[in-house]
């Protein structure tokens, strides 16, 4: 996997998005360093799915500017943003259901293969070697998650922690450079949670940016080089976790007031 | 196991017409044949992609006009018109595609059938150049050399290497990245636009060579009904080819095949069975009950049951 | 102008009908997501139910008219019982293909019973024709145009004013919070089968008369019935009736000024430039019931 | 459970349709008959059905062909094409069937046809009205029904006499309806008469509304209507409420005036119907015995009066091809096609005798059969004034 | 009919849920006393949510017991357990858009038969809430945020419940309403109906609570009185890591 450490950056500049009138977003800014783990966190509805959704280009920015390794993305669709190195997962599980885990993961190296419609029909050798590369690529991301043994299962019917697992794996099949995972810990057992952290934290080793959308305080604390925080669509905070976990406005949003009412 | 139920299916097929000499069986394959290309072609859209088209009657008829009227009034060769008229249908899918890349499910059901619908209308008015209602007689026999494809032996030859295309042509696509590109498009569309699939360009892509593959099961009735009229559009044609994908096993390469040849075989035993009054009474309701047990249709069901016994 | 005239008055009363019998398939479509193919039978049902209440009943035309709906809502009860119940969880092409074969079976079966030969339903009205300047109209189809426009008030009475209707516009909007609620929601769906089924049969009833009651009838109907709830949106019942009237006019006008031969084709095109312009339907403001 | 036997019993059905021996029963003679019996035109197809049923019947009750018995083999074609093909390979092949009538329409006729080339096997085309089928130059096709141009040439006389000076015309979209419009506008400008509007309906439309809203307009005096009688019932009710006031014709003898009477009531009073059968008047046709022991026989059986119209071609056809069988002596398809061209007989219509028709060498036959003009006067059928008066 | 004097109204038994391979609750404990107002409490996806949905009988329970009032109402139908006597009133606020209010309201009493009354608790809850007796006609979904909580509390009380399940009242609500909010559930509780209330604003609603139980991955983790808990470092914990 390339794309080491460069001068790379997501850069998201004063986004904002409505819905049906209401502000989701209202003008949020940040920035994502190369080869971090950042965070974004918050309360509930404080628009941090929504930012990614703009960002990937599942959404259209009522104004704002996204930049990504100096050129906008802005406007393109979400199959060009991933062709350009920008790849998410979802909140909720999003697996090709009916599919085996090796197909999922086949699916996901699409942008990695290059056979045209005449190639396919016509049989040319050249895509048999490519489909046989493919299959040992798929093998070696399926290994890297630690599914090898449920590569033939159909997705669907994998435990919820290992779907998850898969959708972490087709996402990477797709060769991301910067990857956004939503919620990649929602609804696990701490042990999987434990699991997932290390994963991430090997995938930033092979040089992919890491952004991440996590309530579990735990995890993000303990994996994140930075952590922003959202709320009311805006960015309250930003720093180190150790900071983050102190900071007034933020305890303030999440658990609310102790004794007296601000 | 599998492989030799294959290579048994093949040395069957290959030597069909020596041992079924009754030439009304061999017309009832034939049709199967032709209805096989059909619901492959069908199956590529609604099985792989996941998109109902309910105008693929539109298709075929297209595909059997076009291969009648090259023959008949520009006299060009079976041989160049049938690629003409798959590839005038490959450019109606085209158009469809592109009209309806942004809709799914009920509202692309809809999009087809109106198509379907205006196409029909144009057969029967417009009578300088499909002669109308009148259809179209004295299509031509394909010739080969010297030898006419007239007799039904020789034409299941031909209809049989159109099956055999269309099927390498759905199994290598089915396959290959494309294939997997239309099954992301069914499975999840976020998420295959997620990990680069530009969705919409494939959704064309199917709705093009399903419609090319339609338009040659068209060609190939043409020339061996060698009558064309207005009927070809009937909605009833579509029916049969959704029933035929869907009791098969949409999503499934030998589901549309085995679904052609049952429910061309059905209404011809029904036929025999029992007389015309109930023969479509009974297709009706065992097309009900057939659903109704077996919803996800005949060769799913013949794997998972096979998977239950082999676990 | 005077054919103007009259070309909009026969699209007023034809509309009249195809919004009836859009109204049933929008609810049926919108609410269970059933694309009912067995839809135009039910009309067909109705007008064979009022030929049987009328001359061999020897009743009422209005009591053969609630016959022919009572019989719609039983069988659409019974239908969606049977055969949809069991199948609530599976695709939309597995319960359409159902649909099909209910299609097939009761018009194959209608033909057993009443044979191929048309119908005609007698009616207790006069048939010289209302003359009002250019225009004229029989007084059957007034009471036919009455007729739908009262069924099509007393549907949105049942929608808007009755518990009944309440519950399947919040079925339609959130199932879930339906469900918390205490709505039964297979109820509800049953209920919305057999009244979308007995509006069919109350279009068949009302318009066999007027044309004739044969067992391939419904087809061309649920063809019409597709487009209006296209037009309308789903769940839309003021773009039902309005697409329906809309079809109505616009075939009328197509077929008297451009060519007969394309009369059908008008709905077609419509439906396509709809979903091309505004996929959500015509009218739609958002997908919803009522 | 049940979903085990469910794909049980496909099974059997198709191994039933696979491997049921054809059969070889060498005591009847077997005669195919393709019709639409089910579909959108199925009351027409079972009433010629039952005529030749009768047909059947009565040759068998004076001692069937040469001491064998005459079974009629009926296949439905649901009027389509694609299943009157599959039917005529059905009746050659699996019934092996020497000859057959059939097919209704002529887009069924028209797939048929080459099945009867494929396989050399008579056809008695009863119905069909398109002029092609017998100009393709197939010699297995014999039509006892009149072209339309034979319709129209036939009406030709009477145009001055019915009063026609500007015609309009509304006809089903179909090869019939078509047709119609063609042959009958051709022979009313050979007559000097003005052709106005020519409007088509679908088969299956039912509100006929605007193509009368644009009749009207046009200003013609005659109204000719060429479709099946259930839409000429619903034309002329709606042609009535829009206060139409044409002459109508009808034409391709499918009107049923009986029928019209019932169901149109006041609304089809005045109009005019070629036909080629009049059961109201049977004493009046060439052989006045036979239509009256026809007609007879048809309300013995119960079988609907306004049917008679329709019915009384599967009489003649199924007569037409026992003749032939007596003729050539065996029930070998080729015998009957040669018999078939000496045949002389008196059908229910009238006599039917073959002549020749299409490209050299390659002709189909083509009979020439009596039209007839009735009019539907005080809610009854009867002959037209310059008829009745002659 | 009711439970022996100071027993519990509704008790969890080691309930086990799932949405299809999903575990959402792994053996869950909890009661809620005859007149208590208790929260639960926990980070996103701890299951809270999940533990009201299995209790009115939306989430099928896979193990476990739910009884109410001591009867076992773990295999009923959603109706069922509304004309038990429990209403919930779920995330989200989730009224109907496109019914009016007084629909909205009228969709509340769904299960009841006794007309007249539900016309004289409609014309109660009208008073008690001005601001809906002012929107009545108009269409749910125009309303602000503040006002669909309003009105989808109302229509829980519609029900006339012995027990009523909140499901995050002060999401995306703006602080002062969410203190109205909070009031108002604290005046339900006042007139009688017992109260379970899922909240994130942790402190807010231990304040009001007598109870609460701390959720973590599907059981519960810590349970105590609400003020004991909201001097406890766990709480924190559990929603800021740490």
């Known amino acids: 996997m390339a794309g080491s450490a460069s001068v790379v950056t997501l850069a998201v500049r004063d986004l904002a998005v409505q819905f049906g009138g209401v502000a989701a977003l209202g003008g949020v800014s940040f920035e994502v360093s190369p080869g971090t783990i950042t965070s974004v966190i918050g309360p509930n509805g404080a628009g941090k799915t929504t930012a990614f959704n703009a960002i990937t280009g599942y959404l259209r920015p009522a104004r704002g500017e996204i930049t990504w390794d100096g050129a906008p993305l802005t406007g393109l669709r979400p199959s060009a943003i991933a062709r350009r190195g920008v790849v998410r997962t979802f909140q909720k599980t999003s697996v090709f259901p009916s ?103 090997k995938i930033r080793g092979r040089g992919i940016t890491v952004l991440l959308v996590e309530h579990d305080m735990r995890m993000v604390m303990g994996i994140s080089d930075i952590v922003i925080v959202l709320n009311h669509g805006r960015v309250i905070a930003e720093g180190a976790p150790a900071d983050i976990r102190t900071h007034p406005d933020v305890i303030r949003a999440y658990l609310g007031t102790t004794g007296d009412r601000a | 196991m599998i492989r030799l139920a294959r290579g048994l299916g093949a040395l069957l097929a290959l030597t069909l017409p020596f041992w079924l000499a009754n030439p009304y069986f061999l017309h009832v394959v034939i049709m199967a044949g032709i209805f096989g290309v059909l619901a492959l072609s069908l199956n590529l859209l609604l099985g792989y992609t996941g998109q109902l088209s309910l105008g693929h009657a539109a298709f075929f008829g297209i595909g059997a006009y076009t291969s009648a009227l090259l023959t008949l009034r520009l006299e060009w060769s079976f041989w160049l018109a049938l690629p003409g008229a ?113 969705v919409t360009h494939y959704l064309v892509l199917a709705a093009v060579v399903s419609a090319g593959l339609a338009g040659l099961a068209g060609g190939l009735y043409a020339h ?45 035993a029904l036929r025999l069975a029992t007389s015309w009054q109930w023969q479509m009474l009974a297709y009706g309701v065992l097309l009900v009950l057939l659903v109704f047990f077996l919803p996800r249709g005949i060769v799913p069901a013949l794997a998972a049951w096979r998977a239950r016994r082999a676990s | 102008m005077e054919q103007l005239l009259q070309h909009l008055v026969n699209g007023l009363v034809l509309g009249g009908t195809y919004a009836l019998l859009g109204i049933g398939l929008t609810l049926i479509f919108g609410l269970m997501n059933v694309v009912n193919f067995a839809h135009g039978e039910f009309y067909t049902l109705g007008a064979y139910a009022a030929f049987a209440a009328l001359a061999l009943g020897g009743v009422d035309f209005v009591v053969a008219v609630l016959a022919a709906i009572g019989a719609g809502a039983l069988l659409g009860a019974l239908c969606e019982r049977v055969l949809l119940r069991p199948l609530r969880a599976e695709s939309i092409d597995t319960t359409m293909l159902v649909m099909i074969g209910v299609w097939i079976a009761m018009q194959n079966g209608e033909l057993l019973v009443w044979g191929g030969v048309a119908k005609s339903i007698p009616h207790p009205f006069p048939t010289a024709p209302l003359v009002l300047g250019p225009v004229s109209i029989a007084p059957l189809r007034v009471f036919v145009l009455v007729l739908a426009a009262g069924l099509i008030a007393a549907s949105y009475l049942l929608i808007h004013r009755t518990k009944l209707g309440r519950a399947m516009r919040a079925t339609f909007q959130d199932r879930d919070t339906a ?58 019942l003021p773009g039902a009736t309005l697409g329906g009237l809309l079809l109505g006019i616009a075939e009328e006008l197509g077929a008297g000024y451009v060519s007969s031969g394309y009369r059908d084709a008008v709905g077609f095109v419509i439906i396509i430039l709809v979903l091309l312009l505004r996929p959500s339907g015509l009218f739609a403001r958002e997908e919803r019931i009522g | 459970m049940l979903n085990r036997w469910v794909p049980v019993v496909l099974v059997v059905l198709l191994a039933g349709a696979l491997l049921t021996p054809a059969g070889f029963a060498q005591a009847p003679v077997k005669i195919g008959v393709i019709q639409p019996l089910s579909g959108p035109v199925a009351a027409s197809g079972n009433y010629v059905r039952m005529g030749a049923e009768i047909a059947r019947d009565w040759i068998n009750a004076r001692g069937g062909i040469g001491g064998r018995k005459v079974e009629l083999v ?68 014999f039509r006892i029904s009149p072209p339309s141009e034979m319709e129209a040439l036939g009406l030709e006389r009477y145009v001055a006499k019915l009063g026609v000076k500007r015609a309009d015309f509304l006809a089903v979209n179909t090869d019939w309806g078509r047709g119609a419009v063609g042959a009958f506008g051709d022979m009313l400008k050979k007559k000097g008469a003005a052709v106005g509007a020519a409007e088509f309906m679908d088969q299956a439309a039912t509100d006929m509304n605007a193509q009368i809203t644009k009749i009207k307009a046009t200003g013609g005096d005659t109204l000719f209507l060429t479709t099946a009688v259930e839409q000429i019932t619903l034309v002329m009710k709606q042609a009535q409420e829009q206060r ?128 007839f003009v009735v009019q539907i006067k005080d809610g009854k059928v009867a002959l037209p004034d310059f008829l009745a008066q002659k | 009919m009711t439970a022996p004097e100071g027993g519990p109204l509704l008790r969890v038994e080691e309930l086990h849920a799932a949405y299809g391979p999903v575990a959402a609750l792994r053996g869950l404990d909890l009661t809620v006393g005859q007149g208590e107002l208790v929260c639960l409490i926990g980070a996103n996806g701890a299951g809270k949510t999940s533990t009201l949905r299995a209790i009115s009988g939306l989430l099928p329970a896979a193990r476990g017991r739910i009884l109410f009032d001591g009867r076992p109402i773990h295999a009923a139908e959603p109706a069922e357990i509304l004309e038990a006597g429990i209403a919930h009133c779920p995330e989200g606020r989730r009224v109907f858009p496109y019914l009016t209010v007084q629909e909205n309201l009228e969709m509340g009493a769904y299960v009841r038969r006794d007309r007249h009354a539900v016309a ?38 519609m029900a006339r419940p012995r027990l009523i399940l909140f499901d995050e009242p002060s999401l995306g609500l703006a602080p002062t309403l969410v203190e109205t909010t909070f009031e108002i559930i604290a005046d339900i509780r006042r007139r009688g109906t017992t109260v379970l209330m899922v909240e994130q604003n942790a402190y807010g609603a231990l304040r009001m609570a007598d109870r609460g139980y701390v959720m973590e991955t599907g059981r519960i983790v810590l349970a105590g009185p609400a003020r004991a808990l909201l001097d406890d470092d766990h709480v924190r914990r559990a929603y800021l890591g740490g």
Not at chain 2, 251 to 256: E, F, Q, R, V
Request: glycine content about 10%; proline content about 5%; hydrophobic content about 45%.
């Open chain 4, 244 to 371: 139409l006031g044409r002459k109508i014709i009808t034409t391709g003898g499918s009107s049923s005036p009986t029928q019209l009477i019932k169901q149109a009531g006041a609304a089809a009073e005045g109009s005019y119907h070629i036909l080629f059968f009049m059961p109201w008047f049977p004493e009046a046709m060439p052989d006045g015995k036979l239509a009256k022991a026809f007609v007879d026989e048809w309300n013995k059986r119960g079988h609907p009066f306004e049917g008679l119209t329709e019915g009384f071609r599967g009489h003649d056809g199924i007569a037409t091809i026992a003749e032939a069988i007596k003729a050539a002596r065996k029930d070998e398809p080729k015998a009957i096609r040669d018999a078939l061209w000496k045949v002389s007989l008196m059908g229910v219509n009238g006599p039917i005798r073959f002549e020749k028709d299409g490209p050299a060498g390659k002709e189909s036959g083509q009979s020439k059969p009596s039209i």
């Open chain 5, 120 to 157: 004289e608790d409609l014309e109660r809850v009208c008073t008690h809430f001005p601001i809906l007796a002012e929107r009545r006609r108009q269409m749910a979904g125009t309303l602000s945020g503040g006002e669909q909580q309003m009105l989808a509390i109302a229509r829980a009380l």
């Open chain 1, 99 to 201: 599919l085996s885990v090796a197909d999922n993961v086949t699916i996901g190296l699409h942008l990695r293969a290059t056979a045209g419609f005449l190639d396919v029909v016509l049989g040319r050798r050249r895509i048999r070697d490519e489909e046989r590369r493919l299959a040992a690529d798929a093998e070696a991301i399926i290994a890297f998650v630690g599914l090898a043994h449920r590569r033939r299962e159909i997705a669907s019917a994998l435990p919820y922690g290992e779907q998850r697992l898969v959708e972490l794996a087709v996402a990477l099949a797709a060769h991301p450079r910067l990857l956004l995972l939503d919620e990649p810990g929602a609804g696990m057992t701490s042990g999987e949670k434990d699991v997932v952290s290390e994963l991430i934290r």
């Open chain 3, 179 to 236: 469900a918390l609620m205490g709505v039964r929601i297979s109820r509800i769906h049953t209920a919305t089968f057999a009244f979308g089924s007995a509006l069919a049969a109350a279009a068949g009833a009302l318009l066999g008369p007027v044309f004739l009651a044969y067992p391939s009838m419904g087809d061309l109907a649920a063809l019409k019935a597709f487009c209006v709830v296209i037009l309308g949106g789903l769940g839309n």
């Open chain 2, 224 to 268: 061996y009904t060698r009558f064309v009229s207005p009927e070809v559009f009937l909605f009833t044609y579509t029916v049969t080819m959704v029933v035929m994908v869907v009791a098969g096993g949409k999503g499934t390469l030998a589901g549309p095949l085995v679904g052609a040849l049952l429910f061309t075989a059905l209404p011809e």
């Open chain 4, 74 to 141: 009926i296949e439905d074609n649901k009027s389509d094409p694609k299943e009157a093909a599959s039917a005529a390979e059905k009746l050659i092949v699996r019934d092996r069937v020497p000859a057959i009538m059939g097919a209704w329409g002529s887009s069924m006729t028209l797939a048929a046809m080459p099945k009867l080339e494929e396989y050399g096997v008579p056809m008695v085309v009863e119905t069909s009205s398109a002029a092609s089928i017998t100009k393709r130059g197939n010699p297995w096709i």
């Open chain 2, 86 to 198: 798959v590839a005038l249908t490959a450019l109606a899918g085209w158009l469809i595609g592109r009209l309806a890349l942004k809709l799914r499910g009920a509202y692309f059901v809809l999009v087809t059938i109106s198509f379907a619908g205006v196409i029909s209308l144009v057969s029967v008015n417009w009578m300088e150049l499909t002669n109308g209602p009148l259809g179209l007689p004295g299509v031509p026999a394909p010739e080969l050399g010297p030898w006419s494809l007239r007799a039904k032996s020789a034409y299941y030859y031909l209809v049989l290497a159109g099956v055999a295309l269309s099927y390498l042509v759905c199994a290598r696509l089915v396959g290959s990245r494309i294939g997997r590109a239309f099954l992301a498009l069914r499975e999840n569309e976020p998420l295959a636009e997620s990990v680069g699939v530009d």
